[in-house]
């Protein structure tokens, strides 16, 4: 693999982000959403919203380097090692970030209806300032920012297939990110998202 590691740095206040939109070529990109839709241990959790005990409108899987359990929404997740293709990854975003991630969060959005809602990734086993290293794969999909304190300060990255989004620095501090719904009929999404639990 030669991943492209053209970028663009998203100007945003108070937030530190760069969009890889080539970081893998259509046929690598093919290849591994393949891979992981048929090899991942999908799970559809369920979480507290409001009282109420609702399926999340996705798919869900965690790998890890290691056994440390991830949790977040009420969740405590236990992770599988990371398969032979993970660890490929792993290996070429390590070189890009000079960041070495324990955890991959894997998402599966079947369709438009599935959906991630309002949140920054800001759990206490991050850290103060943690990097988020995001992939998608399958259909564009568009990613919402909202600054926590200023309404006024929005911004919207459609994600491509193939694409690199690199989280860092104060974002999950200041920034709330969602997945939202749309109503177009559109393919399944597979978003890889590496972090490190401390």
Known sequence: MNPDFTHKKIMLPDANLEYYPHFLNAREADAYLDTFLNTLLWEQYSIKLFGKTIPQ????????????????????????????????????????????????????????????????????????????????????????????????LRHTIPLAHGSLLIMKGTTQKFWKHQLPKTKKLIDLRINLTFRTII
């Not at 293709?85 to 070189?95: A, F, G, N, R, W």
């Not at 890009?96 to 369709?111: Q, V």
């Not at 998608?136 to 200023?150: D, E, I, P």
């Open 57 to 152: 409108p996705r798919l869900t899987a965690l790998y890890a380097l290691n056994s440390d359990p991830y949790s977040y929404s009420g969740l405590k997740l236990n992770p599988l090692t990371f398969t032979k293709e993970l660890i490929v990854l792993h290996s070429e975003i390590v070189e890009l970030t000079g960041s070495i991630f324990t955890h991959c969060l894997a998402n599966l959005y079947r369709d438009g209806k599935d959906s991630m809602g309002w949140h920054a990734d800001d759990e206490k086993e991050l850290g103060k300032k943690p990097i988020i290293a995001s992939l998608s794969l399958g259909a564009v999909r568009n990613f919402q920012l909202k600054h926590k304190t200023n309404p006024d």
